[in-house]
């Protein structure tokens, strides 16, 4: 895009739709630039999780995106209304005032992903973690925030100022009506039959390497190879007989095929519909056999009611439940993930970002009273949080009756849940609800709200929990993550396929 504006780079000076232009396109190479980068292993390590991914995406969003649309108003708008820009000084002010908001956002994220990253796996001379706290590297990256929220309001400035400076060219123009002469290619005399491009020869060869090399699930190692080998040798004699079989004057096939647009859709369907199959037959294949070698139990009632919440709530957009292999985060956060850790979630929560630390293996690390103070008043726990208090959680409440619709959701996803545990859902529930209560109430003097009692009131009529709290049942789940209990009598074992069909299992599916 850049190649374009060659000898004539003056009118950047003159034409702020330029101006946006070139913004845009530098940013956007720098964007796919940076993607690759951020693919290799060494990169990602650092990056991943840190605001260094919110860096890149935005360089795209606000430098890509947002000047190229900025760029097309300023170009479009005038035209509709056949009138000049009302101001170009302010089109000029957006353009410097975007750019250099543009520059503070994505620098102060990459200053701050960079420092996280390196932060998380810092080690002292001993071989321990530098920073143990997440909190330390939590605040190290304030002065950044603030420069970010610096960028994003100059950035947002820009655009109130395009669209006062737009509105004000329309109100001051008429709309345009005018003629566009089109030029319309005549239909060539003689179609090529459909039958002759779809059942073509490049069509034939390639179900044929795809059979050849779809028996290699089937074939032992060696046999495997010879298939590759031989659709390999196909390919590579179609394509050199091709080049050399070409009629002067005819075109070719695929240059038929972009002429008829039903049969280019139809057949990049097609394309599309193998790749997939391709993709999902071998997971939705191995499920069984994952199921039937888990030592993982699927979540009880009142714990799937918890990581409902925990979606609903946002929790997974700030907390990340996959800690990688790397002696930093084991060191800080316990033993790696494996798939096995997350066989049962439907989706799967292993975040994108870490503004708080990882709860993959959380469940056990401190007990119920410290969940329980930090969902309300985080602050009172850990100092310098930005954690949002939970307040409401402790009066909004959850309706155990259809935990058990929940689960047979879960089942039909490939959660073994057997079906006394859906049956007894509701009780199953409201017993580890009660067990999580007392125990607040022995430690921490939490009172239940029963009837008499008003909820936040001081005294003796006064209590701090609804009964069905989500709050317990949040605790319930975040106790849950990583301390996988002991399997219930009668559970999937070794060797016994979690997706069962018998008589009784049927039923419940049906009801």
Wanted: aromatic share 10%; glycine share 10%.
């Amino acid at each position: 895009g850049l190649l374009t504006l060659r000898g004539a780079w003056d009118r950047l000076r003159r034409d702020p739709v330029l101006k946006f232009f070139a913004v845009g396109v530098t940013a956007y190479g720098m964007a796919t630039f940076e993607g690759p980068l951020l693919s290799i292993k060494s990169v990602s390590g650092v990056g991943h999780y840190t605001d260094w991914i919110i860096a890149h995406v935005h360089n795209g969003a606000l430098g890509w995106n947002g000047f190229m649309a900025a760029g097309l108003f300023y170009w479009l708008v005038p035209r509709l209304y056949g009138r000049e820009l009302h101001s170009r000084a302010a089109a000029n002010f957006h353009f410097w005032i975007g750019s250099v908001g543009i520059v503070l956002y994505v620098a102060s994220m990459w200053v701050a992903g960079i420092t996280q990253g390196l932060m998380w796996r810092a080690e002292n001379e001993g071989g321990g973690l530098m920073y143990p706290s997440f909190l330390e590297t939590f605040l190290a990256l304030k002065p950044m925030y603030w420069a970010r929220l610096v960028g994003g309001l100059l950035y947002l400035t820009g655009f109130i100022v395009m669209t006062w400076n737009l509105v004000a060219t329309a109100r001051a123009g008429k709309a345009v009506t005018t003629e566009v002469e089109v030029t319309v290619e005549e239909a060539e005399e003689k179609l090529v039959p459909w039958r002759q491009i779809l059942f073509g020869a490049p069509v034939l060869v390639s179900f044929a390497i795809m059979g050849i090399l779809g028996t290699v699930a089937v074939l032992e190692a060696v046999a495997s190879l010879v298939m590759v080998v031989l659709a390999s040798g196909i390919g590579l004699f179609f394509v050199i007989a091709s080049q050399f079989g070409r009629h002067t004057g005819k075109p070719a096939w695929h240059a038929l095929l972009e002429g008829r647009a039903f049969l280019f859709s139809f057949l990049t369907f097609v394309a599309i519909l193998i790749g997939g199959v391709a993709e999902l037959v071998p997971s939705i294949i191995s499920v069984p056999e994952q199921m039937a070698a888990t030592r993982n139990v699927p979540y009880s009632a009142l714990e799937l009611e918890g990581r409902d919440i925990y979606v609903a709530e946002g929790c997974y957009t700030c907390h990340s439940q996959m800690i990688r292999p790397f002696t930093w985060e084991t060191a800080r956060y316990g033993q790696p993930n494996t798939m096995d850790d997350s066989i049962f979630d439907h989706p799967f929560q292993w975040g994108s970002r870490r503004i708080g630390p990882d709860l993959a293996r959380v469940g056990g690390k401190y007990n119920h009273t410290w969940h329980y103070r930090h969902m309300l008043d985080p602050r009172e726990i850990s100092p310098g949080s930005n954690m949002p208090p939970y307040t409401h959680m402790a009066v909004d409440t959850v309706d155990f009756d259809a935990s058990a619709d929940k689960m047979r959701a879960m089942r039909s996803l490939g959660v073994p849940y057997r079906p006394e545990e859906i049956q007894t859902a509701s009780e199953s529930a409201q017993r580890q609800h009660d067990e999580i209560v007392a125990y607040l109430a022995q430690d921490a003097g939490v009172r239940l709200c029963t009837e008499g009692l008003v909820y936040g009131a001081e005294g003796e009529n006064g209590c701090d929990l609804q009964p069905h709290s989500k709050l317990v049942a949040l605790i319930s789940y975040l106790q849950r993550l990583g301390n996988v209990p002991a399997r219930p009598a009668g559970g999937a074992g070794e060797g016994e396929v979690a997706l069962r069909t018998n008589a009784a299992d049927a039923a419940e599916v049906a009801r």
